[in-house]
């Protein structure tokens, strides 16, 4: 079993739709969050990084942790076709500065 | 645009074969890390560096090496390369505890 299970999808949804993506995993070192957005011959890009349990809001990303329950969220709001990509969860534990990522969800978003 | 210049984007070469791929971290990051995307093992961590000091290793083969120069840049040695190795070679960098920013990385094909 992996320690980031992510749905690899693809997931295709219409204009304007809200999106939901999640991650689950299952050590519980992790403790800083991360979401990045690659687009297809690009590198990750950084979209979302938090620490403590809760939600986090940046434009029409919001980032949802619950470390209780070993499972993090990324929603987008308003989706537009430019956010047809994949999105891959990444966390690192407090001691460690590796990155483990989800194997990523790829997202289309149909005009 | 992360900040992070990897180079070359793209190298062609034969099995058994020996490839070095460059990195330049953003300005005033320490930390750098090297990490391999493949379509069956996604995002995988290989290697970091901070301020010219190995860091951290995964699951990096013997074939492989890297380093950082004293002007912060890095370079990741793949040798007596094989079919296998074919993949995406991301380069990442960061200072410190912050999250990391990956460049647009270097499509390695083996033939």
Known sequence: ?111 | DSGVTQTPKHLITATGQRVTLRCSPRSGDLSVYWYQQSLDQGLQFLIQYYNGEERAKGNILERFSAQQFPDLHSELNLSSLELGDSALYFCASSASNQPQHFGDGTRLSIL
């Open chain 1, 1 to 111: 079993q992996k320690e980031v299970e992510q749905d690899p999808g693809p997931l295709s949804v219409p204009e304007g739709a809200i999106v939901s993506l999640n991650c689950t995993y299952s050590n519980s070192a992790f403790q800083y969050f991360m979401w990045y957005r690659q687009y297809s011959r690009k590198g990750p890009e950084l979209l979302m990084y938090t620490y403590s349990s809760g939600n986090k809001e940046d434009g029409r990303f919001t980032a949802q942790v619950d470390k209780s329950s070993k499972y993090i969220s990324l929603f987008i709001r308003d989706s537009q076709p430019s956010d047809s990509a994949t999105y891959l969860c990444a966390m690192i534990s407090n001691a460690g500065n590796m990155l483990t990522f989800g194997g990523g969800t790829r997202l289309m978003v149909k005009p």
